[in-house]
């Protein structure tokens, strides 16, 4: 079978034909539909983050994808169900973050991350998974089903970010996205939607026209540009914070946050930032923290709960947001224009087979 792999020694993706895999005892086979294509993924073919299984060549891509069951053999999946995986597995055997259903507060050496770090991912034409590591999507809107990961990612960050204000009466009204990615976008999204803000902002660093801006606006958002308001300025521009959500990966991010939030007000950071030293007035950031009742809150990966939530939460998303969204379905014999990365692209998918409803 076919599958999109990065090579050790390589920074670009590559076809690779690999043996189809044969589901075990408690496994499923999956037929894959689409995988899409998100920052990390760019981060794992340069090098930045991630690592090969041991002692393989090659690292197959993919962990945002959808997928209609073959072969459900003896899990509680029937042939066509639609499902998208979880990401993470443990390396060897199980472990307690696994054993509770936790394994996105795993520490590093306790889990693997398909696609990303020690284990293979879903860009093939098959993969295998536990009947556990899989959530059934329905067929109305198995297209967006490869966003589902990345809207798990955001829908945990921002339980985190609540749980950590629930010891008092917390009544957030303003939210600002930091990042008009792809993360930053859907994350927007969902604060819209689920979420009862009553102002939205997102920031960026692009000229108009763009479209990323344009669903920013679309869903009654305002845009900040960070080249005109430093995130530090934007109390004074706008206004402060509640709740500041991070999808940039820009390190100073995480600090000038501090600056950005209310009192009381709570920071999600989630990018992947490599090295990069610069300075900070320390004190003053403390302070700020302590003496406004401020919190910051690293998050990474999600679990299957958070994956549940996440299939309520895209089957509630306006059909304009999914369709702009989504700049490009690529199928193989294109697929590497599904890690193209200019102005215009804000969230691919590459298609391995199309999905036939059951009858
Ligand atoms: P992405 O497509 O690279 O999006 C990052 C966005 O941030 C880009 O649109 C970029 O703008 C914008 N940006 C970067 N620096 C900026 C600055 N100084 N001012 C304003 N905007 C800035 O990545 P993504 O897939 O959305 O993911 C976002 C981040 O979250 C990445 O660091 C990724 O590794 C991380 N991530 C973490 C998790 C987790 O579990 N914690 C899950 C998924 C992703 P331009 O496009 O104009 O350059
Ligand atoms: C993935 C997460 C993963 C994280 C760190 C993200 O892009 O969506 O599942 O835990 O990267 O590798
Ligand atoms: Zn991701």
Not at 17 to 34: D, F, N, Q, S
Not at 123 to 128: E, K, Q
Not at 329 to 358: H, N, P, W
Request: glycine residues 10%; aromatic residues 8%.
């Amino acid at each position: 079978m076919h599958a999109i792999a990065v090579e050790r020694g390589a920074n670009r993706p590559v076809v690779v034909e690999t043996e189809r895999p044969v589901p075990g005892v408690g496994e499923a086979l999956v037929r894959t539909l689409r995988v899409g294509v998100d920052g990390t993924d760019h981060e794992v073919i340069a090098g930045g983050h991630g690592d090969f299984p041991a002692g393989e060549d090659h690292l197959v891509l993919g962990h945002e994808a959808v997928g209609v069951v073959e072969d459900a053999g003896d899990t509680r999946f029937s042939r066509g169900d639609v499902v998208v995986p979880t990401v993470r597995r443990p390396p060897n055997g199980s472990n307690p973050y696994f054993a509770r259903g936790e394994p996105d507060m795993a520490p590093e050496g306790a889990y693997h991350e398909r696609g990303i770090s020690g284990a293979h991912g879903f860009m093939s034409t098959y993969f295998t998974s536990p009947e556990a590591y899989l959530v059934e999507v329905p067929a109305s809107i198995v297209d967006v089903g490869f966003l589902v990961e990345p809207l798990s990612v955001a829908e945990k960050a921002v339980e985190l970010a609540y749980a950590s204000r629930s010891s008092f009466t917390w009544e957030p009204e303003s939210a600002l996205v930091l990042g008009n990615g792809s993360l930053g976008l859907l994350t927007l999204a969902m604060l819209r939607d689920q979420f009862d803000f009553d102002r939205l902002y997102c920031l960026g660093r692009r000229d108009r026209p763009d479209p990323t801006i344009d669903i920013i606006e679309g869903l009654g958002a305002t845009y900040v540009d960070s080249r005109e308001t430093p995130l530090a300025e934007v109390p004074a521009a706008h206004e402060p914070m509640d709740l500041v959500f991070e999808a940039t990966g820009y390190a100073k991010h995480a600090f000038e946050t501090i600056e950005a939030l209310a009192p009381n007000g709570v920071g999600a950071l989630l990018g992947v930032p490599g090295s990069w030293e610069f300075e900070i007035d320390g004190g003053k950031l403390h302070r700020e923290l302590v003496m406004h009742n401020k919190a910051l809150v690293g998050s990474v990966n999600s679990n299957v709960r958070h994956f549940e939530s996440a299939v309520e939460t895209l089957a509630t998303l306006p059909a304009w947001f999914r369709d702009a969204v989504v700049t490009g379905v690529y199928d193989l014999t294109e697929f590497e224009a599904a890690f193209g990365d200019d102005d215009t692209t804000i969230k691919t998918a590459v298609q391995f087979s199309a999905y036939e409803e059951r009858r």
